[in-house]
Structure formats: structure tokens, C-alpha cells
């Protein structure tokens, strides 16, 4: 299963930037999205952000992840 995940944008350096959920923090490219800033939310996908997304939909998206998660539904 492929799975594209909401991380909040922490910094930019160039075309990468560095990404954080739950106090997990990745790299990620930003080649396929336009206007990204620090403190926006992405979905990352196998290394890259594909798309910008609000912060309520960010939150909402990882409220049942977490949920799933919890009711293990998907494994750690």
C-alpha cells in the first residue's frame, strides 16, 4: 500500500526541504510543488512533497491515522 503522509515544512534549503510529524523529521524533495513555505503542511510521498494542503485538513488527516494507528488497524 502506498501511503502519502502530512508533515509540517520546518526549513528550506534550495529545493529540499525538511519535514516533521510527530517528532519524526524527513527530507523531501520540493521539485513538484510551487510556493511551498516554512510552516506550511505537505503531502510526502516516497521522498517528494506532491501537493500543499491547509492545516485543518493536515490536522484532520493525521487525527485518523492516529486513530488507525491506535485501533491497530495498520501496523507501526
Known sequence: ???GVPMRVMSIEG???LCEVDGV???A???MVDGVE???YVIIHAGFA???LDED???ETLRV???LLAAGVVPE
Open 1 to 3: 500500500m502506498c501511503l
Open 15 to 17: 529545493d529540499l526541504a
Open 25 to 27: 523529521r524527513r527530507e
Open 29 to 31: 524533495s520540493l521539485m
Open 38 to 40: 516554512t510552516g506550511d
Open 50 to 52: 506532491i501537493s500543499k
Open 57 to 59: 485538513d493536515a490536522e
Open 65 to 67: 491515522f492516529r486513530e
